[in-house]
């Protein structure tokens, strides 16, 4: 049975069954042969053959593999695997207690390579400030460009987000909005100008940015990412400087649908949270009535804290913790 696995520069993976064991290759160049079992720790991987030339770059994109054919495991137990200093430096490889090498899921989904595209907020110094009543680090600027991208192996599609462009971006934003089921529950319908209004104030507001989902290259999605500790989500729970909250539409009906949701929605927290590592949870605040979009969300690890009011809407609080959201994530 051959498999094979994409990433993004075009890179494929081709996995194959053999007698037993696996055989990944690149091409004609075979890169690691091994033997995998399922133990209640994670995936056993006995490497037999092809490590010779391993490094700590090749090993991150085996490690995919791997953790693709098993993506409820825990952990990657290797054995027989050489010493990879590069691979430890980075987080990809920890000793284990009883010895050998383990490679953490939870660890290994946040590195942000190959899916940030460009570099992320981590590195922006903390600086503090007030808008209005409100202390809160100075944000980094804006991304433009795309920002993330990753395969989903389930879908059979690429997903990508990349930072809104205004005059591109308008007409797609002006038609999602003034379609009868978007306007029941963002309440954004207008003219054209109206909206072009709308996005300036957006790309004014540092605590906003805006972003294009896309499927296969085909726009799809309207998202808002905030920073919540600036924003009137902040009163109502117990905000961490970079928390971060999302607004999301779904403009083209023919892109809807759970199996599409469980794609783009791990997505968008997956992209907000390798780009700042500081960040501990990310929020969102549906309608409390929105029990479709309640559901979605709850099945991505978010949980209800409570319903609330905002002046125009009772919505309910729904979190997801860092931690959580890599232990429990399955990113295909």
Not at 16 to 42: A, H, I, K, N, Y
Not at 150 to 166: C, E, N, P, T
Not at 174 to 202: C, I, T
Not at 239 to 257: F, N, P, W
């Amino acid at each position: 049975m051959t498999s094979l696995l994409q990433l993004p520069g075009g890179l494929r993976l081709v996995h194959e069954s053999l007698d037993g064991e696996s055989l990944w290759r690149v091409g004609d160049e075979l890169w690691l042969r091994c033997r995998e079992q399922p133990v209640p720790e994670g995936l056993r991987v006995v490497v037999t053959g092809g490590s010779a030339e391993l490094t700590g770059e090749r090993l991150a994109v085996l490690a995919l593999g791997l953790l693709l054919r098993a993506p409820e495991a825990p952990a990657l137990l290797w054995e027989g695997l050489p010493a990879l200093p590069e691979a430890v430096r980075q987080g990809l490889l920890t000793q284990a207690a009883e010895g050998g090498w383990r490679t953490w899921r939870a660890q290994f989904w946040q590195r942000p390579q190959p899916w940030l595209r460009q570099s992320g907020s981590a590195s922006y110094p903390a600086l503090a400030q007030l808008t209005g009543q409100r202390r809160h680090p100075c944000r980094p600027p804006k991304p433009t460009g795309e920002v993330y991208r990753r395969y989903d192996h389930r879908l059979g599609a690429w997903i990508a987000l990349r930072a809104l462009a205004l005059e591109d971006d308008l007409p797609l934003f002006h038609r999602w909005q003034n379609q009868p089921r978007v306007a029941a529950f963002w309440q954004e319908e207008g003219s054209l100008e109206q909206h072009r209004a709308y996005l300036q104030r957006q790309a004014a507001d540092p605590h906003v940015l805006t972003l294009v989902g896309s499927l296969n290259d085909q726009p799809f999605a309207y998202f808002e990412a905030y920073w919540a500790a600036e924003d009137r989500i902040a009163p109502f729970y117990a905000v961490d400087d970079y928390d971060r909250g999302i607004h999301m539409l779904v403009g083209e009906d023919s892109l809807r649908g759970p199996q599409r949701v469980a794609c783009w929605l791990p997505a968008l927290v997956h992209y907000l949270l390798l780009d700042e590592p500081r960040t501990r949870r990310i929020v969102s605040e549906p309608r409390a009535d929105n029990e479709r979009m309640i559901g979605h969300l709850q099945r991505q690890g978010f949980y209800r804290q409570k319903d609330f009011d905002f002046p125009h809407k009772r919505a309910a609080l729904m979190l997801l913790e860092r931690e959580r959201f890599f232990d429990r994530c399955v990113l295909a």
